[in-house]
């Protein structure tokens, strides 16, 4: 019975020590084997086996993990204290030298933040630092990265979460703010309403102009309507005088053509020659100058005179008798 019991105790700690040199490496993990407290292997993740009392694994986790910077009291270049607070991620690169070469990497790595966090606001102006996030996140990024290589440690990126000036300071900004949005109503207004002038005076001018030009179009059109209107009534006097002028001459002519025709003696043309004078002398003229292509009328009116002048003395001679 006893050596059951011994073999069973013997069994026990034999399956103990078995099992305590069995290891599980989670896929985010690395291990790192120590044998005889010297640095021996670093193992992948997956089910690996150590020799009991003799090796000691570490497990560093891979991930991404982010360390909480404490709020710090900055001095800016123009002497305003602002309290800054930030964040730093970083992840694992080099799990032998995350563990060999700092003692408390959370501690380390925030100290440093505030360290440089003061440096790099402190370079700037308070408006500048509130502006400026993007800038300081880069820069305060590049000098922790470079800090931390050696320690086995990529910082992906560092996150300003809050730039908080002094209270007055808050108040003196909110006064500021104000001020500037009234002076951009004032000059929002200001532009509005010389806009609306100019355009005023746009629309007047515009209206005078095209004022203007209607009258001008109406006295051309009513020019031009009087020039129509003048040169119509002198194409229709033309046309009458035209019209009389061609009667006349159809007149003239259809009476030279009677003449002809009926073959006139010189005594009945003088006697017309006549009629035609008193006409011209209308009872008035003393004087008549007649042409010398006249003489031969007036040879025919002398002997038409003679005539005449026979006529009545022989009349006379048979009253006697």
């Known amino acids: 019975m006893a050596v059951v019991i011994v073999l069973a105790a013997v069994a026990f700690v034999l ?4 099992v305590s040199g069995v290891k599980i490496i989670r896929p985010y993990e690395r291990g790192l084997v120590e044998r005889l407290g010297k640095y021996h292997a670093t193992v992948e993740p997956g089910l690996r086996l150590i020799l009991p009392f003799i090796d000691r694994m570490v497990r560093v986790d891979m991930r991404e993990r982010v360390v909480d910077v404490p709020p710090q009291e900055v001095i800016t ?12 991620y970083y992840e694992a690169t080099d799990p032998q030298r995350l563990v060999y070469n700092v003692v408390d990497f959370y501690l380390a790595v ?51 979460q809050r730039i908080d000036p002094p209270a007055d300071v808050v108040h003196a900004m909110h006064e500021q703010m104000k001020a500037e949005r009234t002076r951009r109503a004032t000059v929002t207004t200001a532009d509005g309403e010389r806009a609306a002038a100019i355009a005023r005076a746009e629309g007047e001018k ?4 095209l004022s203007a030009e209607g009258l001008r179009e109406a006295a051309i059109l009513e020019a031009q309507g009087q020039a129509e209107a003048t040169r119509t009534a002198a194409e229709a006097e033309q046309f009458r005088r035209t019209a009389v002028a061609q009667g006349e ?29 008193q006409v011209v002398a209308n009872g008035k003229a003393t004087k008549v100058f007649l042409p010398t292509e006249a003489t031969a009328l007036l040879g025919a009116l002398g002997g038409m005179a003679e005539l005449l002048q026979h006529e009545p003395a022989a009349a006379n001679g048979s009253r006697k008798k």
């Open 15 to 18: 399956l103990t020590i078995v």
């Open 77 to 88: 270049s123009d002497n305003v204290v602002v309290s800054v607070d930030a964040v730093v």
């Open 110 to 160: 925030a100290k440093l933040a505030q360290t440089n966090l003061r440096n790099v606001v402190g370079d700037m102006q308070m408006d500048e630092a509130l502006t400026s996030r993007d800038t300081i996140n880069l820069k305060l990024r590049d000098i922790l990265d470079d800090a931390t290589d050696k320690w086995g440690t990529k910082v992906v990126r560092v996150e300003i």
């Open 206 to 209: 515009q209206a005078a102009i």
């Open 249 to 277: 001459a159809d007149a003239t002519r259809a009476v030279f053509d009677a003449i002809h025709e009926s073959k006139p003696t010189n005594e009945l043309i003088a006697l017309k020659y006549i009629e035609a004078l």
